[in-house]
Each structure stands twice: as structure tokens, then as C-alpha cells.
């Protein structure tokens, strides 16, 4: 991804082409989420603890928006983004807890793996403003960059879980927040070359890093569902 991107005028390269590489350099990882999904869809209990995982996640994101965006600068379309934010999280709760049958909390009893969750997202935090030297931690342009590499794993992971639910008979629909999400992408780009922060070479190279913490998080989220092994006796 990145070596194309390097030699070509940042105006020339389109939103599509980015997400297009970024969809290319995560196809060896979509046969991993394929049987990770397999394994949370066999039970309804790791199936309420992955949705109650991704609804702390979705909120962990409010959260963000929330905490580095408020104040004068609160724009409409910053405002959108953290209210549909705050709905995703609000959708996995009632769905998970519709599963489950009872009240979930954000507690490792109620998840699969919360650390894991909080420190991708800390990670990326801290890769995302090294490589953007002299931007405050409050600034638009680290949050638009933030939030639309966010959007790419989120419709990328999305996809893959809509096919999954369907696959596995389920009532559970994601097209409505697939629809938020890949929304969000064209108006997280936008925004960038609206402030002159449209540089897809650097983008591809925060997409990297933020590949290999997804591949650490898939890990985690993997150990936590996977099949007890017998034991030979």
C-alpha cells in the first residue's frame, strides 16, 4: 500500500483508493475473523459477551469525541458523529442483552477481553499523534484521522459480521449502522481536505499500524472464544 501512495499527488488519490488498499492489505486476515465469528455465533453467551464488547467499544469512541472535541469548536457534523456513536453502543447493548436475557455492565464477566479493547485504542491514539508532530491532542485534524481509521476496520469488521449473522440464521441486521459508518467515511475525508490535512501516504501509514493492532486485538478476542481443549486422560 504504502509505496504507491508515496509516489502519487495526495489531490490524485481518492477516498476509494484508500479504503480499496486498506481492504487489500486485510485480506489475509478475514479467513481469522470468518472462524472467530463462527466460534462467538455457536453460543448465545459468547455471542451477548462479543455485542456487549463491541457496544463498550462503540462507547469508548463517544467517550473520545466527547472529551477531546467539546467546547466552541463542537460543530454540527462533530455533533452527528458522536451521536450516532453513542446509538452504535446503545445497539449492541440492547442486542447483547436481548441474547443474554438479562442486564450486562462493562465488566469482564459481562465481555471478552475490555483490556485488550482499551489498549488498541491507546495505542492508536499515541501512533496517530506521533505521526501528526505539532497537532494538539485536541485538534480536529487528530481527530478526523483518528476517527476515519476507525471507520475503515469498523465497515471492513462490520461487513464481515453482517455476512456472519446472516449465514448463521440470526434476526440481527447491520445494514443501518453499516450505513452510518461508511457515511462517516466520505464526511471524515472530506473534512481532511476541507482543513489541507488530505495526505494519503501518511494515512497508509497510520492504516498500517493500525492493522497490526487489530491483529493483536483479533488475538486477544480469539483466546477469549475459543473451544476448550480436551484433555487426554
Not at 136 to 148: A, C, F, T
Not at 175 to 186: C, F, I, R, V
Not at 220 to 233: D, K
Amino acid at each position: 500500500m504504502q509505496q504507491s501512495l508515496d509516489t502519487v499527488s495526495p489531490d490524485k488519490v481518492s477516498l476509494e483508493t484508500v479504503r480499496g488498499m486498506f481492504e487489500a492489505d486485510n485480506a489475509p486476515l478475514v479467513p481469522r475473523v470468518r472462524a472467530f465469528l463462527a466460534n462467538v455465533l455457536r453460543t448465545p453467551v459468547s455471542h451477548a459477551r462479543f455485542m456487549n464488547e463491541l457496544s463498550l467499544m462503540e462507547h469508548m469512541g463517544s467517550n473520545k469525541i466527547m472529551a477531546t472535541q467539546h467546547g466552541p469548536g463542537m460543530d454540527l457534523p462533530t455533533l452527528k458523529h458522536l451521536a450516532e456513536e453513542a446509538r452504535h453502543a446503545f445497539f449492541f447493548k440492547r442486542q447483547a442483552e436481548a441474547v443474554a436475557r438479562r442486564p450486562l455492565d462493562y465488566v469482564q464477566a459481562d465481555l471478552l477481553s475490555p483490556a485488550a479493547g482499551r489498549l488498541y485504542f491507546q495505542k492508536l491514539d499515541l501512533g496517530v499523534e506521533q505521526a501528526l508532530p505539532g497537532e494538539p491532542p485536541r485538534s480536529k485534524v487528530l481527530y478526523l484521522h483518528v476517527s476515519l481509521i476507525v471507520e475503515f476496520r469498523a465497515v471492513w469488521f462490520y461487513h464481515l459480521y453482517e455476512t456472519a449473522l446472516r449465514q448463521a440464521g440470526s434476526r440481527i441486521s447491520l445494514k443501518s449502522l453499516l450505513a452510518e459508518e461508511q457515511g462517516h467515511l466520505g464526511d471524515m475525508a472530506a473534512r481532511l481536505k476541507a482543513l489541507g490535512a488530505w495526505d494519503p501516504a501518511r494515512l497508509g501509514r497510520m492504516c498500517a499500524l493500525e492493522t497490526a493492532l487489530f491483529g493483536t486485538l483479533l488475538g486477544r478476542l480469539e483466546r477469549a472464544v475459543a473451544p476448550p481443549v480436551a484433555v487426554a486422560a
